[in-house]
C-alpha cells in the first residue's frame, strides 16, 4: 500500500485527484468542500486491506480507480461480503454509527483511493447545516440500498440474485455514463457467492445458464448482456435451472 500525500497548495488547483471522482449522486457543493478536505491519495494492490473491522474511524475513502469488498466476520469465524465499491464510491460510512470501521476493506484488483480525514468533513459540515442535510440524504439512499440487498438476500431464488446483482452492475456503470451492456466482474465466482448468499458451483451453474439462455454471454469475468427483457424476466419470475451432472459411481471390478 503506497500513501501520497496531496500537498497543502495543490487541493485548492486543478486538476485534483479527487476532481469529477465523488458520486455523481452527491450534491454539487458538498462535493467540492469534501474534495477540498482531501490528504492523500493510497495505491493497493490486489488483495491489500485498507481499513480493518474494529479499528478506530479516522477516514472516509473514495475509490477513484479499480473495486473492494466489504467483509465481515460472523460469530463462529465465517467471513461474510457484505458490499461491493467501485469507482466514484465512498468507503468507510458506516463508521460514523460506531467511530469504528464495520467490515474490512479490501481491494479486489489494483486499486487507488483518495482519503477524507472525517475530523475535517465533519468540521465543514457542522458550519454549513445544508452540506449536513445533503450528507444524511446520500447516507439515507445507502441504507436504503442496503436494505435491499438484504431483501434480495432473503426473499429471492438464486437465479433472480444473479439477475438482481447484473441489473444493479447496469445501473452503477449507467450513472457513470459507461456501457451497460459489456463489462469485467471485479470479483471471483466464490466472492460473488459470498455476497449472494450462494456456493461457487451455483454461481457457476447460473452464469452458465444465462449463457445457454441466451441472456448474457459469459468469458470468464466478462460478462455482455444480450437481452434486458429476458434480463428483467429472470429478476421478476425466476427459472428452473437444470439439475447438476451427477458423478458415475466406479464400476465395481470382479476379482
Given at each position: 500500500?503506497?500513501?501520497?500525500?496531496?500537498?497543502?497548495?495543490?487541493?485548492?488547483?486543478?486538476?485534483?485527484?479527487?476532481?469529477?471522482?465523488?458520486?455523481?449522486?452527491?450534491?454539487?457543493?458538498?462535493?467540492?468542500?469534501?474534495?477540498?478536505?482531501?490528504?492523500?491519495?493510497?495505491?493497493?494492490?490486489?488483495?491489500?486491506?485498507?481499513?480493518?473491522?474494529?479499528?478506530?474511524?479516522?477516514?472516509?475513502?473514495?475509490?477513484?480507480?479499480?473495486?473492494?469488498?466489504?467483509?465481515?466476520?460472523?460469530?463462529?469465524?465465517?467471513?461474510?461480503?457484505?458490499?461491493?465499491?467501485?469507482?466514484?464510491?465512498?468507503?468507510?460510512?458506516?463508521?460514523?454509527?460506531?467511530?469504528?470501521?464495520?467490515?474490512?476493506?479490501?481491494?479486489?484488483?489494483?486499486?487507488?483511493?483518495?482519503?477524507?480525514?472525517?475530523?475535517?468533513?465533519?468540521?465543514?459540515?457542522?458550519?454549513?447545516?445544508?452540506?449536513?442535510?445533503?450528507?444524511?440524504?446520500?447516507?439515507?439512499?445507502?441504507?436504503?440500498?442496503?436494505?435491499?440487498?438484504?431483501?434480495?438476500?432473503?426473499?429471492?431464488?438464486?437465479?433472480?440474485?444473479?439477475?438482481?446483482?447484473?441489473?444493479?452492475?447496469?445501473?452503477?456503470?449507467?450513472?457513470?455514463?459507461?456501457?451497460?451492456?459489456?463489462?469485467?466482474?471485479?470479483?471471483?465466482?466464490?466472492?460473488?457467492?459470498?455476497?449472494?448468499?450462494?456456493?461457487?458451483?451455483?454461481?457457476?451453474?447460473?452464469?452458465s445458464h444465462l449463457h445457454a439462455q441466451d441472456v448474457a454471454r459469459i468469458d470468464?469475468?466478462?460478462?455482455?448482456?444480450?437481452?434486458?427483457?429476458?434480463?428483467?424476466?429472470?429478476?421478476?419470475?425466476?427459472?428452473?435451472?437444470?439439475?447438476?451432472?451427477?458423478?458415475?459411481?466406479?464400476?465395481?471390478?470382479?476379482?
Amino acid at each position: 500500500m503506497k500513501r501520497h500525500p496531496i500537498p497543502l497548495p495543490y487541493r485548492s488547483q486543478h486538476p485534483h485527484p479527487c476532481d469529477g471522482r465523488l458520486p455523481p449522486d452527491l450534491h454539487a457543493e458538498l462535493q467540492q468542500r469534501i474534495t477540498e478536505v482531501a490528504t492523500s491519495t493510497i495505491e493497493l494492490a490486489r488483495g491489500e486491506i485498507l481499513a480493518h473491522s474494529g479499528a478506530a474511524f479516522h477516514h472516509l475513502y473514495l475509490v477513484v480507480s479499480g473495486a473492494f469488498k466489504a467483509v465481515q466476520l460472523g460469530a463462529e469465524g465465517k467471513s461474510q461480503i457484505v458490499c461491493f465499491y467501485g469507482p466514484r464510491e465512498l468507503m468507510g460510512l458506516s463508521g460514523f454509527s460506531h467511530r469504528c470501521y464495520t467490515s474490512d476493506l479490501v481491494a479486489l484488483a489494483p486499486s487507488v483511493v483518495c482519503e477524507f480525514p472525517v475530523q475535517s468533513v465533519e468540521s465543514a459540515i457542522s458550519a454549513d447545516r445544508a452540506l449536513l442535510e445533503r450528507l444524511l440524504i446520500y447516507i439515507s439512499e445507502n441504507l436504503e440500498r442496503a436494505e435491499q440487498d438484504q431483501f434480495m438476500l432473503g426473499s429471492l431464488t438464486a437465479p433472480q440474485r444473479i439477475a438482481c446483482f447484473l441489473q444493479r452492475m447496469q445501473t452503477a456503470r449507467g450513472r457513470l455514463g459507461e456501457d451497460v451492456h459489456s463489462f469485467e466482474l471485479p470479483m471471483t465466482r466464490e466472492e460473488l457467492g459470498s455476497y449472494l448468499g450462494l456456493t461457487m458451483e451455483t454461481i457457476s451453474r447460473l452464469l452458465s445458464h444465462l449463457h445457454a439462455q441466451d441472456v448474457a454471454r459469459i468469458d470468464k469475468r466478462h460478462v455482455h448482456i444480450l437481452r434486458d427483457d429476458l434480463l428483467q424476466v429472470w429478476r421478476d419470475e425466476g427459472v428452473d435451472l437444470p439439475l447438476p451432472k451427477r458423478k458415475k459411481p466406479p464400476e465395481l471390478k470382479l476379482a
